[in-house]
């Protein structure tokens, strides 16, 4: 069936008064000028990163006002917020990024609609009383703080997060006793994450910055991860995986060194992070990692392709696009790590590709996610001691699904399902008896005006021919003639793509007539021909003519 709709830019449904008024003076201009390698370089507008100049603050004042009134003068625009506000004030409470110690205590950022920030829970069990462990609202008199991350302790004992002012990238890591909520007393500076704890319950490791100013590249180069022991000063730190104190590694200085144990491998990781997707690091054994003079042993290298691993007490399981570019996954014993010689345990699927980031192991076994042209998830599960790929059913269908898991000791795995037009529901699946039962979190909503939304997963030739897969969300009865204005949301690249998500505001715009379209583009990894490595094509002088659908009619 040929499909027409019409794309419509932003610009022709403002206002003709907004389009009347006059406009905002020019950027005032202070020239540079600089050379590199021989090449004179001007920039006009330099002085704009100025943001005490007097002139920079008048001009960008003068800039957010002409917006405002651009913005209010839209027909219908307060309507639309009053609506998207009553989506907000229904769900009483939104939960993310939970974590389970292993004494079932449950640590969660909650949001309600009052709240300016999310703040950091904590509850023994699923029906556990919450209590409510650091609100960065109003932990000191005077500050906002934004929560950026936290990691608690194997045994829930504690709990480490990350906070910055006013949602710097930059921050400051703090520890608490759950127990008494009392914070340790060291202020853990620059520090860029949460850390990574140790069996141990007292120590962990995490990698800052050199200092915190954000402009100077020596900041952010030659970093190192550090030891942490849990009541002592951040200046008694020991650094134990660098380019510093391991120079025969080659790690860059423009690379990211981490480290961590895992206690089911019993094994300690040298991770270098860098901009490419492939993993990077090493591998000792755990007891080393606090002793000086650890003997590094290769782990992954880029050309292996290895993008994400996950482990119990006998396999290291990973997952691998070398020559599959829908991926397959391999495993390799933990006694003795050699890629080289691994094993294929699920094969690349000629159909489906595997999300690398939802691959989960418990006490039963290996759970793993794939999707069908980047819409269309399934759940798969291999048994410990089995090399059968078996597919579980889900209790919905689910274009995107994620998943949970508490640790290796536990059978405990959770599934979070979501779509263009279903919120995100979240079911816990027991192995022993194969049946899903419902353990929300969050707020439990209906949106009955979203009840006639049609959804058409369409594949669309691009420019060379190459058939991309479009999502398409309308409302039922939206007439196919050229003048339904539609709204394209996309984006793909190093593999990483817009899958399915539930997000009533978008979605509103199916109300007043319009087509929400994502296209699931080349590069971003759920969908892959024969032949081609997502995420990894040749620069090419038109990407968005390489990887969005070509026409706006088919």
């Known amino acids: 069936m040929k499909h027409t709709f019409l794309l419509l830019a932003a610009g022709l449904l403002t206002a003709p008064a907004a389009r009347a008024q006059s406009l905002p003076p020019a950027a005032p201009s202070v020239p540079a000028t600089d050379t590199y390698f021989g090449v004179t370089v001007t920039d006009p507008y330099r002085n704009l990163e100025n943001l005490q100049d007097p002139a920079v603050l008048a001009w960008m004042k003068a800039q957010a006002d002409y917006a405002r009134q651009t913005l209010n003068a839209i027909p219908g625009r307060q309507g639309l917020i009053d609506q998207m506000q009553d989506f907000d004030a229904r769900k009483a409470a939104r939960v993310t990024t939970p974590r389970i110690a292993d004494n079932d205590r449950y640590f969660y950022l909650k949001t309600r609609p009052q709240d300016q920030q999310p703040k950091l829970y904590c509850r023994d069990g699923y029906q556990g009383t919450e209590v409510l462990l650091f609100d960065p609202e109003t932990a000191e008199a005077g500050k906002v703080y934004t929560i950026s991350g936290f990691s608690p302790s194997y045994d829930g004992s504690k709990v480490a997060f990350a906070i910055s002012e006013k949602g710097a990238e930059i921050g400051e890591m703090r520890i608490m006793e759950v127990k008494t909520k009392k914070l340790y007393p060291e202020k853990l500076t620059l520090a860029w994450g949460s850390g990574d704890w140790l069996p141990d319950n007292t120590t962990l490791v995490y990698s800052p910055l050199n200092s915190a100013d954000v402009k100077s590249m020596t900041a952010r180069q030659n970093t190192q991860a550090l030891l942490h022991r849990v009541g002592t000063p951040q200046s008694q730190d020991q650094p134990v995986f660098s380019a510093r104190l391991y120079p025969k590694l080659g790690i860059k200085p423009a690379e990211y060194p981490y480290a961590a144990i895992d206690r089911d491998t019993k ?3 040298g991770m270098i992070s860098t901009v490419d997707r492939y993993l990077y690091g090493y591998y000792a054994p755990a007891a080393a990692l606090t002793k000086p003079n650890i003997s590094w042993q290769p782990l992954f290298r880029p050309e292996q392709e290895v993008t994400n691993f996950v482990s119990d007490e006998q396999y ?41 980031g939802q691959l989960k192991t418990t006490r039963d076994g ?4 794939r999707t069908r042209n980047g819409v269309e998830a399934k759940l798969y599960f291999v048994a410990k001691g089995s090399k059968t790929v078996e597919e579980i059913r889900l209790p919905q269908p689910a274009g995107t699904l994620t998943l949970e ?22 079911f816990r699946y027991s192995a022993a ?8 979190l969050s707020s439990q909503v209906q949106y009955p005006e979203f009840a006639d939304l049609t959804v058409e997963e369409l594949m669309v030739p691009s420019h060379d021919g190459v058939l991309v897969p ?14 339904a204005p539609v709204l394209m949301v996309g984006y793909g690249a190093y593999s990483v793509s817009t899958s399915p998500f539930f997000y009533p505001p978008y979605l509103l715009w199916t109300q007043q007539g319009g087509v929400l379209a994502v296209p699931h583009v080349r590069g971003g990894g759920g969908w892959a021909r024969p032949g081609t490595k997502p995420g990894r094509r040749r620069p090419s002088p038109t990407p968005g003519k390489t990887s969005l659908p070509a026409p706006s009619t088919w």
């Open 267 to 269: 094994l300690a990781y």
């Open 470 to 483: 479009l999502s398409l969300v309308y409302k039922k009865g939206t007439p196919r003639t050229g003048t």
């Open 366 to 369: 290996l759970y793993f996610v």
């Open 433 to 440: 008896t194969r049946q899903f039962t419902p353990e929300p």
């Open 316 to 356: 290291i399981y990973f997952t691998t696009s070398k020559d599959t570019p829908r991926e397959k996954i391999m495993r390799m014993p933990a006694a003795r790590p050699d890629v080289a010689r691994a094993e294929v345990l699920v094969p690349e699927s000629p159909t489906e590709a595997i999300n690398d």
């Open 405 to 426: 898991a508490k640790n290796v000791q536990s059978a405990d795995l959770w599934v979070l399902p979501v779509g263009w037009t279903a919120d995100r529901q979240r």
